[in-house]
Structures are given as structure tokens and as C-alpha cells.
């Protein structure tokens, strides 16, 4: 997919992008954005900010995501702020809203603590020791 990205009150430069979902991470999502050459960076945030963004404004961080508006009635944008600065990238809605199907058909709303290896991230984290 080709998002159109660009700094607050710039002109949008298109770039290949891609939405990333896994089950072994149910709540999240990632967006990979990047030049055909080179590391693109990618971006982790909510799979729920995403699909809630496609029906209003949601996100008060440093992801904000809006549904379409009159002046772009077939693209969603998708605000990234950091400490250099703030994106504005706007993808096909009826892009993600796909990929979003694609994500609850294997992973269904509030199913997702079913598919976290708990045990394994607690044994991670204890560097595999055993306490008594």
C-alpha cells in the first residue's frame, strides 16, 4: 500500500507502507513506512486505536487517528508525534479497514489475553531462575 506522508503543513510525499499484525502480539499493530530503499520505521500502537479510528477521532498520545472527512472521503489519517516532530500520514481507508478484518478473523475482539504466552514472558523475564 502507499501512504502519503508529510510534516504538519507540508507537502505529502508518497512511500510504501505496510500494517503488520501477529498473534503473538493480539493487541497491537505496527505500520512500517520507508523509501524503496533503506530501514523503514515503524510504528506500534493499538489494534482497537486503529479500528476505532476508522469510525471517529480517538488517540490523545502519540498516535492520533482520524476516519475520513469530506475533504479526503476515501483516505484515514493517522497523526505520529514524537520529540522530532509530527507526521501526518494519510492510507486508503478501505485499506485498512481489510486489514482490520483480516486481524479480528484471526484474533476476535476481547479474545486476546487467550493468545498471550504469560508463563513464557514470566520466565523471560526471571532470566529462566526458580525461587522457593
Excluded at 9 to 15: A, E, F
Excluded at 48 to 63: S, Y
Excluded at 64 to 69: A, D, G, S, T
Excluded at 115 to 122: E, N, P, S
Amino acid at each position: 500500500m502507499t501512504a502519503h506522508v508529510s510534516a504538519l503543513n507540508s507537502t505529502s510525499l508518497p512511500l510504501p507502507a505496510k500494517l503488520h499484525y501477529g498473534v503473538n502480539d493480539p493487541y497491537a499493530v505496527s505500520l512500517s513506512l520507508g523509501p524503496s530503499a533503506g530501514p523503514p520505521v515503524t510504528w506500534s500502537f493499538a489494534r482497537e486505536l486503529l479500528a476505532e479510528g476508522l469510525r471517529r477521532p480517538t488517540g490523545p498520545g502519540d498516535v492520533l487517528v482520524l476516519p475520513r472527512c469530506s475533504h479526503h472521503p476515501h483516505s484515514m489519517r493517522i497523526v505520529l508525534n514524537n520529540m522530532q516532530g509530527t507526521a501526518l500520514v494519510e492510507l486508503a481507508a478501505a485499506d485498512v479497514a481489510a486489514f482490520l478484518r483480516r486481524t479480528f478473523s484471526l484474533v476476535p475482539a476481547g479474545t486476546e489475553g487467550d493468545y498471550l504466552d504469560l508463563d513464557g514472558a514470566i520466565t523471560a523475564l526471571m532470566g529462566r531462575s526458580h525461587y522457593l
